[in-house]
């Protein structure tokens, strides 16, 4: 995930050099195992409304390290993440 999102984030920065990648790439690798280990969200890089979710969620963090709130934006596209999440889940369970 981090290969597809780093080049988009430091173009939203307006970071050139590589001096802040690794800072970058452990921003990135925070959220998606977060999304993972906490949320039990798998996010894949082949769709594009994960590659924004994580690249939004990224610039707000790297823009403010203090971690205060997150923005509400970002809150109901994580809600929504594991409301699928649950319905998926729910599709597979027999019922009868």
């Known amino acids: 995930m981090k ?4 080049p988009l984030l430091k173009a939203r920065l307006g970071i ?5 990648d690794a ?9 998606v195992s977060d ?17 924004l979710f994580v690249l939004d969620w990224a610039t707000w963090k790297y823009s403010h390290p203090e971690d205060g709130a997150t923005p ?3 809150q ?3 809600k929504n993440l594991i409301i699928k999440k649950e319905g998926q889940a729910d599709e597979t369970k027999n019922l009868g």
């Open 23 to 31: 800072v970058l790439n452990a921003v990135i690798e925070g959220i």
């Open 3 to 6: 290969e597809c999102i780093l």
């Open 72 to 74: 509400r934006s970002i």
């Open 16 to 20: 050139s050099a590589g001096s802040r």
């Open 76 to 78: 109901f596209r994580l």
């Open 35 to 51: 999304c993972d280990h906490t949320h039990g969200i798998k996010l894949d890089s082949g769709r594009p409304d994960h590659v």
